[in-house]
């Protein structure tokens, strides 16, 4: 592709890692001028450093999504370190699969994933709004979901935050048409980023599984015993089953690394071979 990540000013929330830390990287990489954001200081300084090691540019804002002033302090950063803002990703974000039935012991994570999923969304487009419409341009990238296109079994609440973002992009896009470009990402199941750690039943990942449970019970087996069969490994591979998150990072990238009059508005990245259903 054409460098239009070239000194780009890109800001990402949940930067210190899984997806957000490979999308930081390889939009350094490429030339863009990186602010990493995120609760982890200290992922945070080890991502921004580990950029600059590297001999790109990035600098870090502890900043919490669910705190407006806080993203406003840090696109401020942003403008004085580099002169404005050309892309915002929300890629922040928790997964607390659980059935209502859970509701005593997941009411906590529902209510945090309202927080950071939903209003952390719309936090960072009220930071960054103003800014780029001052500019005359800009690009707001949102990381939704392929489970926020319908209610799933054991994800009723971070179904409804995902589908929310998708509502507040389609919004946005139809409010700023000409003057800031707004994407949406759906993503499937993906490899190594944490997510899972704030699921509150485990049994609850059935719902986004269905009838394929028995494959991806077999699957997951396979991969954690390390006995995958290439083909499921292999990204050249029809049968490929589990994207990671540099597949989710390339596919960001993509529609970053495109001219101020092309938006790709809408992409959903999946495994060809995956278990996932939706």
Not at 71 to 86: F, H, I, K, M, P
């Amino acid at each position: 592709m054409p460098g239009y990540l070239q000194d780009k000013v890109i800001v990402i929330t949940g930067a210190a890692n899984g997806f957000g830390k490979v999308i930081a990287s390889k939009c350094a990489a490429d030339g863009a001028r990186v602010v990493a954001l995120d609760i982890d200081s200290a992922g945070l300084e080890a991502v921004s450093t580990a950029i600059r090691e590297q001999g790109h540019q990035a600098i870090h804002a502890v900043a919490d999504v669910t705190e407006l002033a806080q993203l406003q302090s840090a696109v401020e950063l942003a403008v004085r370190t580099y002169g404005g803002v050309d892309v915002l990703v929300n890629n922040a974000g928790i997964m607390p699969l659980a059935y209502f039935a859970d509701h005593e012991r997941a009411i906590d994570k529902w209510h945090k994933a309202i927080d950071i999923n939903l209003k952390g969304v719309v936090n960072g487009i009220s930071a960054v709004y103003d800014q780029m419409i001052e500019q005359g341009r800009g690009q707001i990238v949102n990381i939704s979901s392929i489970y926020g296109n319908a209610g799933i079994e054991g994800a009723g609440v971070y179904s409804a935050t995902k589908a929310a973002v998708t509502a507040l992009s389609d919004s946005l896009r139809i409010e700023t048409k000409g003057k800031i470009k707004v994407t949406t990402v759906k993503p499937t199941g993906v490899s190594g980023t944490n997510l899972a750690s704030q699921i509150v039943n485990g049994k609850a990942i059935n719902g986004i599984v269905g009838q394929r449970a028995a494959s991806y019970r077999d699957h997951v087996g396979a991969m954690m015993a390390g006995d995958l069969p290439t083909e499921l490994t292999d990204v050249d591979s029809v049968r490929y089953w589990l994207i990671t998150p540099e597949d989710l990072a390339d596919a960001v990238v993509h529609v970053i690394n495109q001219p101020w009059g092309i938006s790709i508005s809408d992409v959903t990245i999946r495994a060809s071979g995956e278990d996932y259903l939706y």
